[in-house]
């Protein structure tokens, strides 16, 4: 049942991505020079839409979150290296996958220099455990959180702010 | 809804938006489902691919290795979200007549040119950082990006932030501002 319900889901997303033009190589390198937004737009939409969909689901006791615990260094080390595969490649890994379904042909190579990535990892984790994953663990913790203020507020400001940065796009025309 | 289905390019945020109640649905169906909430992710399923891959060529180290251990090999939710992005994408851009076989994109060739061994080059390295670095950072633009900016994770929020600054630096670097 799981399977089939993560197919769905994912032909789903593939086909919103793909119509959004957001898994081509020139929407993704051309928001990494700052001149298209495409995929920040496309992001962000999805953002605003789901923090208040998970959130009011969460307040009514419907579902239970799944958060990501802020190691500090992973994250940024990490993050830091992902940007940079993320501009040679031009694809992250779940816009690989659908660039390939659109024809482009070299998203092929991106995929297997992914698997060789993950199964690098996999190989230097071990060594990693004790040291870089290890420095500012600080736990599963949101943004309401650590400000100790009512995340509808949180929730309001973030897409304020996300409403004027998609009129700042639309006056750029970017 | 015909006239939407074919149309070829989608406003991004029309489309983002069915993203955001995608990633809702997802989440109240497989609570509802499968007991377990599924949040939208894609990069642990190249672990479980290699991990299995590495099952049939050298089944001992992969069954020892540890983070293979961790993150437990098999054909799960997520493998076939990602296998289904494909297959989403392909319908997508058939319907809407926009697929296209290409080798070399466009700012790629502007700056590298038009060989495809050179592109192909280039994705493959490409392609082994930026998972290494999705996993240090434990997830990719959709598991950190989508899924815990929308819980307002702060790991969500470093994790993206890091991603965006690593490439823009490289690609000014790298496509020396484009055309």
Not at chain 1, 17 to 37: P, S, T, W, Y
Not at chain 1, 118 to 133: D, H, Q, W
Not at chain 1, 146 to 174: E, G, R, S
Not at chain 2, 120 to 149: E, K, N, Q, T, V
Request: hydrophobic letters at 55%.
């Amino acid at each position: 049942m799981g399977l089939l319900l993560g197919i769905i889901t994912g032909i789903l997303f593939g086909f919103f991505l793909q119509k959004a033009q957001a898994i081509r190589f020139e929407r993704q390198v051309g928001f990494l020079l700052l001149k298209d937004m495409t995929i920040i737009k496309f992001m962000l939409s999805a953002i605003m839409v789901g923090a208040v969909g998970i959130y009011l689901c969460k307040d009514l006791g419907i579902i239970s979150f799944s958060i990501k615990a802020t190691d500090v260094a992973a994250q940024i080390i990490g993050g830091l290296l992902f940007g940079i595969g993320w501009a040679i490649a031009g694809y992250c890994p779940g816009t690989s996958l659908g660039a390939l379904g659109e024809g482009r042909i070299h998203a092929l190579w991106a995929i297997l220099g992914m698997l060789v990535g993950a199964g690098l990892y996999a190989e230097v984790y071990p060594a990693l455990k004790s040291n870089v994953l290890a420095w500012g663990n600080l736990g599963k913790i949101t943004v309401p959180d650590i400000l100790k203020i009512n995340h509808w507020v949180i929730i309001f400001i973030f897409i304020v702010a996300i409403l004027m940065l998609f009129k700042f796009f639309q006056n750029k025309n970017i | 809804m015909k006239n939407y289905l074919t149309k070829s390019v989608w406003s991004p945020y029309l489309a983002g938006a069915f993203v955001g109640i995608l990633a809702i649905l997802s989440v109240v169906v497989s609570t509802k489902v499968l007991s377990k909430p599924m949040y939208l992710g894609a990069s642990t399923t190249f672990v479980r691919v290699t991990g299995l891959i590495e099952q049939q060529v050298a089944k001992e180290h992969a069954d020892t290795n540890e983070y293979f251990l961790y993150e437990k090999i098999k054909v799960d939710w997520q493998m076939m979200v990602v296998l289904g992005i494909f297959i989403g994408s392909l319908l997508s851009s058939l319907l809407g007549k926009s697929y296209k076989k290409e080798f070399v994109p466009d700012i790629w060739k502007q700056r590298f040119g038009n060989s495809a061994v050179v592109r192909g080059a280039g994705a493959f390295i490409g392609g082994i950082i930026l998972l290494f670095g999705a996993r240090l950072a434990g997830g990719c633009p959709s598991g950190h990006g989508l899924s815990s900016i929308m819980q307002l994770a702060v790991s969500g929020f470093i994790a993206m932030a890091c991603f965006i600054i690593g490439g823009i630096i490289t690609a000014k670097i790298l496509y020396k501002g484009g055309k």
